[in-house]
């Protein structure tokens, strides 16, 4: 049985133990995870669908590729620059631009770099 299928089971166990004044606490448990699961597959499905329309350098580890870039990215995080395979260009440069609008919205640019 897929996730979806899964899903809908457990919300229709979960509105039959609402009618009957029964304990949900486990079945919302299992809602959550289920759902969980679903975004992560969403997720996944458009990273790839990305892929095909990303450049290809942008999904090189920015350590690598860019390494001022990652120098300020380290700084952001407040993290060492020590080289990962992990945080791609694209990654960093999403989360530096989301952080420059926090900072916006927030009307208090830091001063200085900070996490």
């Known amino acids: ?3 979806h299928k ?3 089971a457990v919300m229709a166990e ?3 133990a609402k009618r009957h004044h029964r304990s949900t606490a486990e079945l ?3 809602l959550q995870i289920i759902t969980a699961g679903i975004l992560a597959q969403e997720i996944e499905q458009e990273r790839e669908r990305n892929r095909k329309t990303i450049p290809a350098e942008l999904l090189e580890p920015c350590s ?4 001022a870039l990652w120098a300020l990215f380290c700084e952001t995080q ?3 620059s020590d080289p990962s395979q992990v ?3 694209i990654d960093v440069m999403m989360l530096l631009t989301h952080k420059a609008v926090e900072w916006t919205l927030a009307g208090d640019p830091p001063s200085r770099l900070s996490h």
């Open 6 to 8: 899964q899903r809908t």
């Open 87 to 89: 945080w791609t260009v």
């Open 78 to 80: 407040n993290r060492p």
């Open 64 to 67: 690598e590729a860019d390494p």
């Open 28 to 30: 919302q448990r299992k």
């Open 1 to 3: 049985m897929n996730l």
């Open 14 to 16: 979960l509105a039959k």
